[in-house]
């Protein structure tokens, strides 16, 4: 039973536009949540991260929006690039150091 | 930078097989884990150990075993290999908890 959920399998859009990736959790006592970047034959890397005591964390194109209320979970890359094309997986863990994934998100930016 | 480490990059071995796949990080993290990729289900918890001799069942631990006798190397055990085990195999470490895990490149492990 998934904890995390991505429910958009692929995501497309053109260069320059915003992305927006969802992800929703069922967890209650998750209270860090992650963001990861995976391209094909390579492993998943680190993207931005936010914990449960805030709502919105930035860094540079990449912001990320936590919705307590609604266990959802939101990344905005802005302005996409070519080089954003990738699998984006969201986690999310409680105070342990176990991450639970959802089932990523292919995202295809065009030219 | 971390650096996170797979033995190999792809692996091909037949059911019944004792599988061994190693993973070594380079930054004294005390924290390791082992993952399976497969395609609609995202990355799946298999075990992990936050210390040395150390570890603890993920979500599906059933088939695996794991050894972790120094800090920096942690093994993942396929005790007898079957074709359900063809997968992607990720390793990650992490220095402590609630700070993010980073990954090695996997393995593509194939069971024929």
């Known amino acids: 039973d998934q904890q995390v959920k991505q429910n958009s399998p692929s995501l497309s859009v053109q260069e320059g536009r915003i992305s927006i990736l969802n992800c929703d959790y069922t967890n209650s006592m998750f209270d860090y949540f992650l963001w990861y970047k995976k391209y094909p034959a390579e492993g998943p890397t680190f993207l931005i991260s936010i914990s449960s005591i805030k709502d919105k964390n930035e860094d540079g194109r990449f912001t990320v929006f936590l919705n307590k209320s609604a266990k959802h979970l939101s990344l905005h890359i802005v302005p996409s690039q070519p080089g954003d094309s990738a699998v984006y997986f969201c986690?999310?863990?409680?105070?342990?150091?176990?991450?639970?994934f959802g089932a990523g998100t292919t995202v295809t930016v065009r030219a | 930078d971390v650096k996170v480490t797979q033995s190999s990059r792809y692996l091909v071995k037949r059911t019944g097989e004792k599988v061994f796949l190693e993973c070594v990080q380079d930054m004294d993290h005390e924290n390791m884990f082992w993952y399976r990729q497969d395609p609609g289900l995202g990355l799946r918890l298999i075990y992990f150990s936050y210390d040395v001799k150390m570890k603890e069942k993920g979500d599906i631990p059933e088939g695996y075993s794991v050894s972790r006798e120094k800090k920096e190397r942690f093994s993942l055990i396929l005790e007898s290999a079957s074709t359900n085990q063809t997968s992607m195999y990720l390793c990650?470490?992490?220095?402590?908890?609630?700070?993010?895990?980073?990954f090695g490149d996997g393995t593509r492990l194939s069971i024929l």
């Open positions: 986690a999310a863990s409680e105070v342990d150091y176990k991450l639970s």
């Open positions: 990650a470490s992490s220095f402590d908890s609630n700070q993010p895990q980073h």
